[in-house]
């Protein structure tokens, strides 16, 4: 894709040895954009977006800024400054106009407002919304990620933000709606003693934000989001009637796991399903319910802890389902985060992103889970990240939570403490 392309020359712009992003770019990027070849509109963006971001628990990397404009720039609204573009027709959501690099024909170039992209059917330029601004502008990416983090925050560019903050607002009630199932009702009564069973205290509840997504809250929650001031098509656009549309089954009750950005607003849900085969039947889950279908990149890099927003020195361990993260932080153990399955062939690139951000992680593995394949998978899919890696050795068919069960919290602990990197497990 364009946009990749566009990336790596990023990575280059701001001299960056690894192939994915770590905190000092933003350090980087700082000096890249502070040459007295860029212009005063970038340095002065700049500057007036670096106090935010020092502020911010997490230092937010070039890269993260690059994603986070993909997910925010409106397509037709920064085209649209300089090309007239029209709707392709009534209700339509792609757009046509003048090509601006070309200038062949008055409707040559094609914008299409879902995805955010451009194509000139003449002189086949094309790309993200971003890579326009790069081209019609002739910046570098390193200079464009700056000026367009300033129109964004100054208002200058609208972008798909307020839309970003709208289902924000909508996942909160959400959450706040089912909280209150989860503690008043009869649906609520089987779902806490469930919870009760798993071993998880009130108080542990309440941390998580547990929620119940039960048969009430299923047929109730589109209704009570109308009277708060969401219209339909706004709430199909946030996927919520499809989300509930996928738990046909009345008697499938779930208990919802809000996860958290880094500033701790709610982003999206894990489920875990509370009925009499849960603990054989739970789904693997790659990405929450929730801003994944209007911020993919921001979805990508949300990562369920008990300890969201707070920066750790510790080595995090790598939890193999969201409601393990629950039932670890119960027993005391904080440090235990869900980013993605532990499946190296399938999530190798969302695990790397997440171990690019901490000092260390642990993955817990069975014996007979180190295979050939599963070696090739990692190393093919983690690359250097798996240097980072110690692997803590479990019981056979045994997970954390389940060895705490079996064995006592002290030999979990002893075994975290065991956690050997790759090369050692390997008895090399
Ligand atoms: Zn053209």
């Known amino acids: 894709m364009f946009t990749r392309r566009t990336l790596f020359k990023l990575l280059v712009a701001v001299g960056a040895r690894s192939v994915w992003p770590n905190q000092a770019w933003a350090q980087k990027l700082r000096l890249t954009t502070s040459n007295p070849h860029s212009s005063v509109l970038a340095r002065q963006t700049f500057s007036d977006i670096l106090p935010a ?9 070039a890269v993260e800024q690059w994603e986070d404009l993909l997910d925010d720039l409106d397509g037709v609204e920064l085209i649209g400054r300089y090309s007239q573009l029209m709707p392709v027709g009534a209700g339509s959501r792609d757009y046509r106009g003048p090509c601006t690099f070309c200038c062949q ?21 094309g790309g993200h919304a971003l890579d326009f601004y790069i081209s019609v502008e002739r910046l570098t990416p390193a200079e464009a990620i700056p000026r367009l983090t300033g129109l964004l925050a100054s208002g200058s560019l609208k972008g798909n933000r307020p839309w970003l903050e709208r289902m924000g607002l909508a996942l909160d009630e959400v959450c706040w709606l089912a909280c209150e199932a989860l503690q008043q ?76 950005d880094a500033d701790g607003r709610c982003r999206g849900f894990y489920e875990q399903a509370t009925h009499q ?5 739970w789904t693997s ?16 890099r949300l990562v369920l802890s008990a300890e969201t927003g707070r920066a750790s020195s510790a080595a995090v361990i790598l939890a193999e389902r969201p409601w ?11 440090k235990a985060v869900y980013v993605a399955p532990l499946d190296p062939a399938e999530y190798g690139r969302r695990l790397t992103l997440y171990l690019q951000r901490v000092p260390s ?57 065991r956690a050997k990197p790759l090369r050692d497990l390997l008895g090399a």
Not at 53 to 61: A, M, N, Q, T, V
Not at 285 to 300: K, M, V
Not at 379 to 406: H, N
Request: proline residues 6%; contains cysteine; glycine residues 10%.
């Open 324 to 334: 393990d993260v629950v039932l670890l932080a119960q027993d005391e153990i904080e």
């Open 285 to 300: 889950y790659s990405l929450p319910y929730g801003f994944r279908l209007i911020s993919p990149h921001r979805a990508d």
């Open 53 to 61: 971001i020092r502020d911010s628990p997490s230092i937010l990397s």
């Open 105 to 125: 024909g008055p409707d040559s170039l094609m914008v299409g407002s879902r995805d955010e992209s451009y194509f000139c059917t003449h002189c086949l330029a």
């Open 185 to 260: 009702g009869s649906a609520g009564r089987a779902a806490r003693e469930w919870i009760e069973g798993e071993g998880v205290t009130q108080e542990a509840s309440e941390q998580f934000s547990l929620g119940l997504l039960s048969k009430e809250i299923r047929h109730t929650l589109i209704p009570h989001l109308r009277t708060k001031g969401f219209d339909q098509a706004e709430l199909e656009d946030f996927g919520i009637p499809g989300w509930l549309a996928c738990h046909g089954d009345e008697s499938d009750i779930r208990v919802l796991i809000p996860t958290r």
């Open 277 to 281: 085969n849960a603990e054989a039947m």
């Open 361 to 417: 992680a642990i993955w817990p593995i069975r014996q007979d889970d180190i295979t050939v394949e599963f070696l090739h998978d990692l190393i093919d899919g983690c690359g250097r990240s798996v240097g980072q890696l110690r692997f803590a050795v479990l019981p056979p068919g045994l997970r954390l939570p389940e060895v705490i069960g079996r064995e006592g919290l002290n030999s979990l602990r002893a075994r975290l403490a």
